[in-house]
């Protein structure tokens, strides 16, 4: 194999295009921890900045250890380098082994290394007939030779040191992404690429025309498990992302945070202290939008879900952003293929982890909450195929605000007691938890008993509403409310049936 610098070409969209593959597979997707310090030291490469490498930088920047990290009493970026160098290595001999291209970090140090793999159909072929033993030999190798040999060694070295490189540029708007690919950009960031917890990778931004990047760097943001999708932002009195898409239906979701007005931010405030237009192909699809009132507080991850977008034709999706009162702001663009028109299933199970059920579905990790506390319970639950659905659990006064688009909708909740009953760490049995659930303010469960209507604990139980509507925000919100003891929820889904 051969550094791939000394290849010809355009190296870093080869590059790019294998860590975009990478980060994509199975094997980074249950490892997102690898996948972001991954995506960080390429990052650095691609943009000259290898140099920069260092331990603390790691640590700080892509492993989210505080400022007073220190390097000397905690281990954790050379730990994290070994295991991601074994991650590499165990994908390059299974899923990746016919990759031209493969990337390695060679141990001592942190910058990347992208090789070029020989083609096998590029060596010389030679038939067994041809090969006879020969006689062995002693060698003698002129001085000149070995001096040559070394020089070539040197320029070797030179071209897979860590050292500054052109950076790279913006995506160029005209290069469409694969048909049936799901584009997630973060609207502002000019860091590394960022792997959530799902293993989803969100690109820094591009595709955009005039505004400006921010950041709220540690600032909360209510209601996420995941804040950095929501503390950068593009702002401006107008600005445009025109984003290259194949042929095709799409579900549009626009991320949004308020961290600039209201109540304890720097510009105080409240509702009416920014407000702005949102147009998709030339067509207003937001008026007079106003993040603190549709999220319901500043400093709260919102998102806005649009169903049944196509490309304009010239192939781009055109958003425009304009400023009414104050500055347009944008947090986060997620483009993904719905070609039946259709907001995408949304199924959520309280835990930290993803999870593909017998049926194939996905459910992803736990979301859109405020209030409560969670607890994973490893028990065996009954009634259900899916019995690691029900192993988490929220309990407490607790809502969740799920995003959708106008339509009609099929909401399933999933129960199971777990904690109260014969034999269980909180005894009882049926009275023993009894809660509502509302709907928009609608009530959907009055009194309701898990392990009554279940009839048990570790029982599995479904309740299923339909033709449930958003409110005037585009959202389902969901409240929890105790009468006896805590309520709770194992897992939550929503399918669009409009």
């Given at each position: 194999m051969r550094p791939l610098s000394e290849c010809a070409g355009h190296q870093h969209d080869e590059e790019r295009a294998?860590?975009?593959?990478?980060?994509?597979?199975?094997?980074?997707?249950?490892?997102?921890?690898?996948?972001?310090?991954?995506?960080y030291v390429c990052e650095k490469y691609f943009r000259g900045e290898a140099d920069q490498l260092k331990e603390y930088n790691i640590a700080v920047e892509a492993l989210g250890r505080p400022?007073?990290?220190?390097?000397?009493?905690?281990?954790i970026v050379r730990v994290e380098a070994s295991r991601l160098r074994k991650r590499l290595q165990r994908y390059y001999e299974t899923e990746g082994a016919s990759h031209t291209v493969q990337i390695t970090i060679p141990p001592g140090q942190y910058?990347?290394?992208?090789?070029?793999?020989?083609?096998?159909?590029?060596?010389?072929?030679?038939?067994?007939?041809?090969?006879?033993?020969?006689?062995?030999?002693?060698?003698?190798?002129?001085?000149?030779?070995?001096?040559a040999v070394g020089l070539i060694m040197l320029?070797?070295?030179?071209?897979?040191?860590?050292?500054?490189?052109?950076?790279?540029?913006?995506?160029?708007?005209?290069?469409?992404?694969d048909?049936?690919?799901?584009?997630?950009?973060?609207?502002?960031?000019?860091?590394?690429?960022?792997?959530?917890?799902?293993g989803k990778l969100w690109l820094r931004d591009r595709y955009y025309t005039g505004g400006q990047a921010f950041t709220a760097a540690g600032q909360p943001i209510h209601r996420t498990t995941e804040p950095d999708l929501f503390r950068g932002r593009r702002e401006g009195a107008e600005f445009r992302y025109d984003i290259p898409l194949p042929p095709g239906v799409y579900q549009l979701r626009l991320l949004f945070a308020e961290t600039v007005f209201g109540p304890g931010n720097i510009a105080g405030g409240g509702e009416t202290s920014r407000l702005f237009h949102v147009d998709i192909n030339g067509r207003r699809a937001l008026q007079y939008f106003d993040v603190i009132n549709n999220a319901g507080g500043p400093n709260t991850a919102d998102a806005v879900v649009f169903k049944?977008?196509?490309?304009?034709a010239d192939g781009r999706l055109h958003l425009q952003f304009v400023g009414v009162k104050d500055q347009a702001i944008l947090s986060g663009i997620e483009i993904l293929p719905a070609p039946d028109g259709r907001m995408r299933p949304f199924r959520i199970r309280v835990h930290?982890?993803?999870?593909?059920?017998?049926?194939?579905r996905t459910w992803e990790p736990d979301c859109c909450f405020t209030g409560g506390q969670t607890v994973v319970r490893p028990v065996r639950v009954a009634a259900t195929a899916d019995p690691e659905l029900y192993q988490g659990e929220r309990f407490g006064n607790f809502s969740y605000?799920?995003?959708?688009?106008?339509?009609?909708?099929?909401?399933?909740?999933?129960?199971?007691?777990?904690?109260?009953?014969?034999?269980?760490?909180?005894?009882?049995?049926?009275?023993?938890?009894?809660?509502?659930?509302?709907?928009?303010?609608?009530?959907l469960l009055r009194n309701f008993d898990v392990f009554k209507q279940a009839g048990g604990a570790d029982r599995a139980i479904q309740r299923t509403f339909r033709g449930v509507a958003p409110n005037a925000q585009g959202k389902i919100v969901l409240n929890f409310v105790p009468v006896v003891n805590y309520a709770c929820v194992n897992a939550i889904e929503v399918e669009d049936e409009s």
């Open positions: 294998e860590l975009r593959t990478v980060l994509s597979s199975p094997v980074f997707a249950r490892a997102p921890s690898l996948a972001q310090f991954l995506s400022a007073e990290f220190d390097q000397k009493t905690n281990a910058a990347p290394v992208f090789v070029r793999k020989r083609s096998e159909a590029a060596l010389p072929s030679v038939s067994p007939e041809a090969v006879s033993p020969a006689p062995r030999r002693r060698w003698w190798i002129p001085p000149a030779m070995l001096a320029i070797a070295w030179r071209a897979l040191r860590p050292g500054p490189r052109p950076a790279p540029p913006v995506v160029a708007a005209g290069v469409a992404p048909a049936g690919a799901e584009i997630r950009i973060l609207a502002g960031r000019t860091a590394a690429d960022y792997v959530d917890n799902r049944n977008i196509a490309p304009d930290d982890q993803s999870y593909t059920d017998r049926a194939g605000v799920i995003p959708v688009p106008p339509g009609r909708y099929r909401l399933t909740l999933h129960f199971a007691e777990t904690w109260f009953g014969p034999g269980k760490p909180g005894g009882g049995g049926a009275g023993s938890r009894v809660f509502d659930v509302y709907a928009n303010g609608v009530a």
